[in-house]
């Protein structure tokens, strides 16, 4: 790997994760942090870790390591990718209830997942007259890339997901409860508790993109892919394109949607403070906020620069 690369790993695994070895994880990761240049989010819950890393290669597979050792027999799975620069300024440590919150504790997906699909079987899937395809992801994800013929739940967060299904779901199926339903996500975590619910809800021939995005653009040669745009993910990257490099777009930091270079040259846009999103969101109160904060952070990139040319 070239000098000043950095490794991404996205990961994830449900298990019993004991408080002692939460703890003792946590106190590593910070050691190895305040040593070392790494960088990422990790959340971790009762049920298991959830997150990205970035840090030089030999860092990540010691991190990686630590908490193989943790998690033990159950899978890890991992998506990696590089960068020339930090997608993160620092590591993030979050403990939560859930690894990734949806509101429904009493699902377990050690238990009653739906059934994987690889990358290489994943077109014959959802080609099929047959199977109907929802992206479990959010509207604003969703909105620059996704599978063809997909349906968007157009939901804000996960969490809105459940009531979707039972507010939608069956008009999607009609009457041919045999239908297959293909789901998919960014890496694959959010289809775990997407097809443990509809199993639990009694639904049939659930299946989902094993790895998620990530692992089938990975895989797929751009010339057979069935996904269009780019990737959103949630760093300083916003956007993968097919061959997993940081695509096109850029952040709103106002309102957080992800923005093309198209929408960057339209009139409502004014970097930092609005975008044709949210022209009609905010107060001019807020925007003068967002001009101040705006201001700071342009001082800081002229700092940095003037630092890289020394």
């Known amino acids: 790997?070239?000098?000043?690369?950095?490794?991404?790993?996205?990961?994830?695994?449900?298990?019993?994760?004991?408080?002692?070895?939460?703890?003792?994880?946590?106190?590593?990761?910070?050691?190895?942090?305040?040593?070392?240049d790494l960088s990422g989010l990790l959340i971790i819950a009762s049920e298991g870790i959830n997150g990205t890393i970035c840090a030089e290669e030999k860092i990540i597979e010691n991190i990686l390591n630590l908490i193989k050792n943790i998690v033990g027999n159950n899978q890890l799975n991992i998506k990696v990718s590089y960068s020339k620069e930090k997608i993160f300024k620092k590591l993030k440590l979050k403990i939560k209830n859930e690894i990734v919150t949806m509101g429904v504790p009493e699902i377990n997906p050690l238990e009653d997942a739906g059934t994987y699909i690889d990358s290489f079987n994943w077109n014959k899937l959802i080609k099929d007259k047959d199977t109907i395809v929802i992206d479990t992801r959010n509207h604003y994800e969703v909105s620059i890339g996704s599978f063809k013929k997909s349906i968007n739940p157009n939901t804000k967060n996960f969490s809105e997901f459940p009531q979707w299904v039972d507010n939608n779901l069956d008009n999607h199926l009609g009457n041919e409860n045999s239908k297959n339903i293909a789901m998919f996500c960014t890496g694959g975590i959010r289809c775990e508790k997407a097809t443990t619910l509809l199993k639990n809800k009694g639904y049939k021939n659930i299946f989902h993109l094993k790895g998620g995005i990530l692992k089938y653009l990975e895989d797929i040669s751009k010339e057979e892919s069935l996904f269009e745009g780019e990737c959103f993910v949630?760093?300083?990257?916003?956007?993968?394109?097919?061959?997993?490099?940081?695509?096109?777009?850029?952040?709103?930091?106002?309102?957080?949607?992800?923005?093309?270079?198209?929408?960057?040259?339209?009139?409502?846009?004014?970097?930092?403070?609005?975008?044709?999103?949210?022209?009609?969101?905010?107060?001019?109160?807020?925007?003068?906020?967002?001009?101040?904060?705006?201001?700071?952070?342009?001082?800081?990139?002229?700092?940095?620069?003037?630092?890289?040319?020394?």
């Open 1 to 36: 790997m070239k000098k000043n690369n950095y490794k991404i790993v996205s990961l994830y695994s449900f298990f019993s994760f004991q408080e002692n070895s939460i703890i003792e994880l946590k106190q590593n990761l910070l050691r190895i942090e305040k040593e070392n």
């Open 234 to 310: 949630f760093d300083k990257r916003v956007a993968l394109d097919h061959e997993l490099k940081k695509g096109s777009y850029s952040i709103c930091h106002a309102c957080g949607m992800p923005i093309s270079i198209e929408d960057q040259t339209k009139v409502e846009y004014i970097e930092g403070i609005q975008c044709h999103f949210c022209i009609n969101k905010f107060t001019d109160e807020d925007r003068k906020r967002f001009e101040e904060r705006q201001k700071q952070i342009n001082k800081l990139k002229v700092k940095n620069q003037e630092i890289s040319n020394n």
